[in-house]
């Protein structure tokens, strides 16, 4: 088979973030073997030349000794080096775009093939890659002849995309076309000498030479919630950290507000000093605040491949005021329908505590607001109807014990929403 267009990566420095696995990596073989531990300067130079060049030329290692260098390295990067890696914000977007247009698409990376597969498959990048290549014993392998070993037997059009000189030099000697790119560990200079055929700054850069015109694939709304005191500042903090080690691009927003004017009127909505507000201004005053931000942040957002990650939405509505102020979930659905127009969150993390442990929380940790200040009763009510709402839809809600340390719970919603992401990619 004939592909028509090939695109070949580097992995360290183009498609990860790979220096805290391997910086980590360096300084333990420099500790083991007694070396002095590289500066900063000189571990940045580790990423992208092989392991063998980088000892000798770096450390001043010969002969045995760079041997016996890289075999202590990678008694630490087989279990744990190579999961402290991070997939660049874009990447994601890049190689389902690449795919969408029927791209063969391969990896050519110094790194040994066998770890190299594994983080491909631990960051749920497998699915767009066709071959993989890297070294397969012990010793280093040229660049030009892994690329060779990336592409397919019959191709059109090929890239090599790659942020070292090795990279360029490679593809240059390969005969195929190349991208340097400059959000990795190269410079553009080091990249424009080695005859780089085009160069790409950003990651959207890079977008914009491989897939010139073809519109982003959608990304994904997410909301998160509970009530107040369940921890939802901290969970939004770690599940960003998890969503943006596997390269999702993530956005934050917020109800009420999110946008000027969502912000001028959750204002009025929090000031205690509108303790007169009645029910009914108070959840059409909500409707209104998010049907801007529906329109103004999350639809383009996720109409740019983003993940809109949203503290509340619509569901806060329908337990604070449809179960708190008792205007009934029904009606508060309803008066809610033409704002959020069909727009709802793919998965909604719900912090599950109840409303007494919550609001000591809460009160211990700052002033309350208006909301806030209510009654025990309300806060019940509140508390009942969200489990009205995830009853009435469970395949949206990823329901987790707000008890548990911050780290558990993490972990527990990371594993779960990493999940749905990536399915959703397909």
């Known amino acids: 088979m004939r592909w028509e267009k090939c695109v070949i990566f580097d992995l360290d420095g183009t498609l990860t973030q790979s220096e805290e696995g391997i910086w980590n990596c360096v300084r333990y073989t420099a500790e083991k073997m007694g070396y002095p531990v590289p500066d900063a300067a000189t571990l940045r130079k580790f990423i992208g030349p092989p ?4 000892f000798r030329e ?14 202590t390295y990678r008694e630490r990067y087989q279990v744990t080096g190579l999961f402290e890696n991070r997939v660049f914000p ?27 597969e594994r983080i491909v498959e631990y960051f749920g990048l497998k ?46 000697k390969v005969g195929i076309s190349t991208l340097g790119v400059g959000f990795g560990y190269g410079s553009e200079e080091e990249l424009r000498q080695a005859g780089c055929t085009a ?7 890079a977008i914009d030479i491989l897939c010139p015109g073809q519109e982003n694939p959608q990304g994904a709304f997410l909301s998160i919630e509970g009530l107040d005191g369940s921890g939802k500042s901290t969970q939004i903090r770690l599940i960003t950290d998890a969503m943006e080690r596997y390269g999702f691009e993530v956005v934050h927003s917020r109800e009420p507000g999110g946008c000027k004017v969502s912000e001028k009127i959750r204002e009025v909505l929090l000031d205690k000093d509108n303790v007169g507000m009645t029910d009914i201004t108070e959840a059409l005053l909500y409707a209104a605040a998010r049907a801007q931000h529906v329109r103004e942040v999350i639809r383009p957002a996720v109409n740019a491949g983003k993940v809109l990650l949203c503290d509340r939405f619509v569901d806060s509505s329908v337990a604070y005021q449809g179960g708190g102020r008792q205007l009934g979930v029904e009606r508060v659905l309803a008066i809610n329908a033409p704002a959020v127009d069909g727009t709802l969150p793919m998965a909604t993390i719900y912090l599950d505590i109840d409303h007494e442990t919550s609001l000591k929380r809460r009160s211990a940790a700052s ?20 489990r009205e709402l995830i009853a009435r839809d469970p395949q949206r809600f990823i329901v987790v014990d707000a008890t548990r340390t911050p780290e558990e ?15 959703a990619e397909e």
């Open 90 to 116: 874009g990447i994601r977007r890049l190689l389902r775009m690449l795919k969408r247009q029927g791209c063969w698409i391969g990896i050519a990376t110094g790194k040994p093939q066998e770890p190299s």
């Open 127 to 172: 699915k767009y890659i066709d071959a993989v290549a890297g070294p397969l014993g012990f010793h280093s392998e040229e660049k030009e002849d892994l690329i060779r070993r990336a592409l397919p037997e019959e191709y059109g059009e090929a890239w090599m995309v790659g942020d070292r000189k090795f990279d360029i030099e490679g593809g240059r």
């Open 367 to 386: 002033e309350l607001d208006r909301m806030e200040m209510e009654a025990d009763s309300f806060h019940a009510r509140t508390e009942a109807a969200y």
């Open 199 to 205: 160069y790409a700054a950003t990651v959207q850069d």
């Open 51 to 54: 392991l063998t060049y980088s």
């Open 409 to 423: 719970i993490g972990k527990a919603v990371a594993e779960q929403v990493l999940a749905r992401l990536m399915e």
């Open 58 to 71: 770096f450390m001043g290692m010969e002969g045995e000794e760079v041997d016996r260098a890289v075999r």
